[in-house]
């Protein structure tokens, strides 16, 4: 039995399907993740390690390398990259995909346990493991707060109740805190008093730890009873500290209090944040993949709430970043338009039909086919995001396809006086494999992007699904409940209403009229083939050319009006003046930019400022957030000194950009000599700011510091007795200071800071001559008997991928287009001697475009072949099929115009309308070809007489449903604002391409006569 003669026969079972579906439906959408847009990021680990006052080389050498070393081996490794700064070693482990990173965690910390030896002393705790899945690519909800309670209460309350409570919310990856400030216990030595004492500093800080010590000694038997044992020596007061016995002079016991000042202190901040000229305390939130944006950031505001009623007047909260704001934006514009591609689609089925019962029909297929797509993204834990929403936007047209074959085939039989029970069962059951046929070679084109990999994946993956699903139900709705609906709501129309008789029957008049004159046409053509045949040819060759006339990028740029401000200050500047130096940027920002609704700074000790500036909405200003961008670029470095500054684009362009390494064009160096590695970057970056489309370069790595080295008399060390480990531990207590234990008070933990009173001051010669180093005959030596001190320059940063040290040049452009100042660059540095060992391969979203189209022609090549095999087991012939294919080309012509019309650039998103097309394109002449052959086998009717009846009779149909697919993606193809820029050039393409892919299935048919003859004489 046929899936639609069951669904007429059993209406009790349907009306259950339905209700079942519109149920899970609802519940599906209300459960469904909402976001923005898709998680952008690979899944991976990141390994910090801290080691304070130690320099970039140092550090990658003694931290970073040993920690590389270690981790190369972890099952499932796809890349390790490293970055090694003052202080601060960040190595990044990313994953073959479909690794579960979690369960990779005990592996990591097995391996750097094993390489805890080789790592110095004096770094800060342990080496820290971040795992960071696919969501946790940058916050969802970034927040200041500041407080008039005591610094310390504040700090304390925000820093464990507060960020307790975020965490506990459901689907919370990490909270991060900026700009907190805490105390800690410093033991502030005096330089002279030590010296004249012929102290030692290695001593107190080795007594400090040995003193301050709780150590378990294991369980005895102690009155019949097994007891733990533990040793507690630690201090309990500051006086207990005071006065710790740290040595002897004539016969005296010299205290810590005689050589030291000891007491709490505001520890030294390593970030301020700052907005409108005010240090305040920020909170960046972020989720795991599986959290839903909307209900996090909601909870998070309850939170708030309860504070603030908790503790009134206290706290003041501003929002820095709210993706739940962009999130109701986004999907709110992508759903404003599929409503509106719904509405125009259901409009123009009326004036088709003129039958408010079969639009009705229609209509209802519409819903029950999106609601069945919903549930089917839910089950495979689809998001609803501005991607996959606007898969389903596209999807509008094409789902109504199916149904208006099916019901206009019914409406012919049932017009012709046939029953509404029979009507439905010959109009489905003639047209009914035609239509599955269709819909299967549209689902074949969208469902190889489901298994693309890498960032194109990540895009496409959700977009493609929702597709799939859509179609997917329109096949079943079609051919089950459209023969239903038809059983039971198909009647005559007795209406009387003389306006609308008048308008129904000018339409039909006006139809009529179009199929007479297609008649006319398609006849002449089929007598002279090869006019229209030439002409679409020299057509396709003149579209082509216009290619050049486009750009090309990744992605489309967006406007959600968000921007992001990269300073960087000279490596000398302290982090107050570094704060000042934002200070001085804002004013310039605000005087630039009326348009500001808010601008946060964030000044960190590595000289580098990151600032976030929010725009108000498109509909309150006159200029576009790339206007704004490209007038801050030129302003803020033309009247700001002393920095570097870089503005770019924020929202969905920031998170391409950290998914594939940074915005603008990209030039990776890799080699083993620093120094060779600079040289060629200058060079090339030289040549990059000539270029007319670069604004300014920029690289991740220079010598912008200088450093002391303390270069050590090893031998004559030796014969003192002093080792090298003695003198660093030293020069860094007297320098910058050391961690020597924790001092517990009140149940609070603090850090004990052992400094000296030179600590950050201006040093000189006779500075240096006070140090002094205990020998092994145990007398005081001056460090600067045995070091020579040199002053060289020093690297801000070591970057390192896969072992090899890496430098990176960036060109910020002045256009979307990345080809043109690509295949300049590139010819250029062809043209050079690169040093021995240097190689370089362009990065950022630039590489991936190259890598992103040759993936989709691969879909391309495998749907055209999918889409053929569809068609051969359709028709069981081989020729048919290729007919129809030859038709796919020619909807360039239409994709390129509808790019050029609307000043696009070629992306990846328009290519996947080139590919949608290819489904597309096909299915009117897979509807068209299968009637002709019905025609034949029923009628007995020659090959042109087939064609030309078979094609008129189609005509209609074939018209509502490319009309019901353009009208559905027209309202797409004019979104601007919002994202919506990703997904217009989407509906464009395939507006376009329907066109011109539309008239040329219309009069293509003179090649298939001949065919088709010679295919019959062979058979015969």
């Not at 003669?5 to 899970?24: C, G, M, N, R």
Request: aromatic letters at 8%; charged letters at 20%; glycine letters at 8%.
């Amino acid at each position: 039995m046929k899936l639609s003669d069951y669904s007429i026969k059993h209406p009790a079972v349907i009306t259950i399907i339905l209700v079942a579906i519109v149920v899970f439906g609802v519940i599906a959408f209300m459960n469904s993740n909402e976001e923005a847009f898709p998680a952008m990021g690979l899944a991976g680990a990141s390994v910090v390690t801290v080691y304070p006052g130690i320099g970039s080389e140092y550090m990658e050498r003694e931290v970073t390398s040993p920690i590389e070393d270690a981790l190369s081996s972890v099952s499932g490794l796809k890349e390790l990259s490293s970055t090694s700064r003052d202080s601060v070693s960040i190595v990044v482990i990313e994953f073959n995909d479909g690794e579960d990173v979690f369960s990779k965690l005990p592996e990591m910390r097995e391996k750097l346990n094993n390489a805890a030896d080789k790592l110095p002393d004096g770094i800060t705790g342990e080496p820290e493991i971040y795992i960071h899945d696919a969501g946790s690519l940058m916050p969802i909800y970034s927040f200041t707060v500041s407080s008039t309670l005591p610094v310390e209460t504040f700090t304390d309350f925000i820093k464990n109740d507060f960020k307790a409570g975020i965490t506990r919310i459901s689907g919370v990856s990490s909270v991060n805190i900026y700009g907190d400030y805490s105390n800690e216990l410093e033991i502030k030595l005096h330089l002279d008093e030590v010296e004249t004492r012929g102290l030692a500093v290695l001593d107190i800080y080795s007594l400090l730890q040995y003193y301050n010590i709780s150590l378990p000694a294991g369980s005895v038997g102690y009155q019949g009873k097994n007891i733990n044992v533990r040793t507690s020596g630690e201090f309990s007061s500051i006086s207990e500290l005071e006065n710790l016995v740290i040595g002897q002079k004539d016969n005296s016991l010299i205290y810590l209090k005689d050589v030291a000042e000891i007491g709490f202190a505001e520890k030294a901040p390593e970030t301020y944040i700052r907005y409108n000229g005010k240090d305040l305390l920020q909170i960046d939130v972020l989720k795991r993949s599986s959290g839903n944006t909307i209900d996090i950031i909601n909870s998070i505001d309850k939170l708030i709430a309860e504070t603030e009623n908790r503790f009134p007047g206290k706290f003041e909260f501003n929002v820095v970043t709210d993706q739940r704001e962009s999130s109701n934006l986004t999907i709110n514009t992508v759903i404003q338009t599929a409503i509106s591609g719904i509405i125009l689609a259901v409009f123009i089925i009326y004036i088709f039909l003129h039958n408010i019962r079969s639009t009705l029909i229609i209509g209802l297929s519409l819903p029950i086919s999106i609601l069945i797509t919903i549930i089917g993204m839910y089950l495979t834990h689809t998001t609803l995001n501005m991607l996959s929403l606007s898969g389903i936007t596209v999807a509008i047209g094409m789902i109504v396809d199916s149904s208006i074959v099916v019901l206009e085939n019914t409406n012919k039989h049932f017009s012709d006086g046939m029953g509404a029970i029979e009507a439905s069962s010959l109009g489905a059951g003639e047209v009914g494999g035609s239509v599955l046929a269709s819909a299967s070679t549209s689902i074949c084109v969208f469902l190889p992007m489901a298994f693309l990999t890498g960032v194109i994946g990540i895009i496409m993956k959700g977009l493609s699904l929702s597709i799939v699903f859509a179609l997917a139900a329109s096949a079943l709705v079609s051919v089950i409940i459209v023969p239903y609906l038809s059983a039971l709501f198909l009647k005559e129309d007795n209406s009387k209403h003389k306006y609308l008789t008048a308008f129904h029957n000018t339409i039909e008049k006006g139809i009529q009229f179009l199929i007479r004159m297609y008649k006319k046409g398609l006849s002449a053509v089929l007598r002279k083939p090869f006019a229209i045949i030439a002409a679409a040819v020299v057509i396709l060759i003149a579209t082509v050319v216009l290619v050049g006339f486009l750009g090309v990028s990744f992605i489309p740029p967006t406007d959600t009006g968000e921007i992001e401000i990269s300073i960087r200050t000279p490596d000398s500047f302290s982090l107050e003046q570094t704060r000042d130096k934002a200070d001085e940027i804002d004013s310039v920002v605000r005087s630039l930019v009326p348009e500001i609704d808010s601008a946060f700074y964030k000044t960190e000790t590595n000289s580098s400022i990151s600032a976030k500036l929010k725009l108000v909405g498109t509909d309150y200003r006159k200029r576009s957030v790339h206007e704004i961008i490209s007038i801050l670029q030129k302003e803020l470095n033309a009247e700001i000194t002393d920095a570097e500054i870089f503005v770019v684009n924020g929202g969905f362009d920031s998170l391409i950009g950290m998914a594939t390494g940074g915005q603008g064009l990209k030039i990776r160096l890799s080699g083993n000599n620093l120094d060779d590695l600079m040289q060629t970057a200058a060079r090339i970056s030289l040549f990059l700011e000539k270029d007319d489309d670069v604004i300014t370069t920029s690289m991740d790595m220079h010598y912008g510091k200088e450093e002391i080295v303390s270069n050590l008399m090893l031998d004559y060390m030796g014969s003192l007795g002093i080792t090298p480990y003695e003198a660093a531990v030293t020069t860094r207590i007297f320098f910058s200071g050391m961690d020597a234990g924790t001092y517990r008070q009140n149940g609070k933990n603090y850090n004990i800071l052992l400094t000296s009173d030179i600590a950050g001051e201006e040093i000189s010669d006779d500075t240096i001559n006070l140090i002094n180093i205990k020998s092994g005959s145990g007398k005081t030596v001056s460090l600067s008997s045995f070091t020579d001190f040199e002053t060289k320059p020093a690297v801000s940063a070591i970057i390192k991928k896969n072992k090899n040290i890496t430098l990176t040049v960036t060109a910020y452009l002045d256009t979307q287009d990345q080809i043109g100042i690509t295949e300049r660059v590139s010819s250029y540095i062809d043209t050079i001697e690169l040093p021995y060992g240097v190689s370089w391969e362009t990065g950022g979203a630039s590489s991936l475009i190259s890598d992103s189209f040759k993936s989709l022609f691969l879909i391309l090549g495998i749907a055209v072949f999918l889409v053929y095999s569809v068609m051969v087991i359709q028709f069981e012939k081989f020729v048919q099929p290729v007919i129809i294919m030859i038709s796919i080309p020619f909807c360039l012509i239409g994709v390129i115009a509808g790019l050029l019309i609307f000043g696009s650039t070629i992306s990846i998103i328009p290519m996947l309308g080139v590919i949608s097309l290819a489904g597309i394109v096909v299915n009117n002449a897979i509807v068209m070809i299968d009637y002709i052959n019905l025609i034949r086998k029923r009628d007995q009717v020659p090959l042109i007489e087939a064609i030309v009846d078979g094609c008129a009779s189609r005509l209609k149909p074939i018209l509502m449903t490319t009309l019901t697919t353009f009208f559905g993606v027209l309202p797409m193809a004019f979104a601007s604002g919002n994202g919506g820029e990703v997904y217009a050039p989407l509906g464009q393409s395939i507006a376009g391409g329907l066109i011109t892919s539309t008239m040329l299935t219309l009069f293509w048919y003179r090649q298939y006569t001949r065919l088709s003859n010679s295919t019959a004489r062979k058979e015969n």
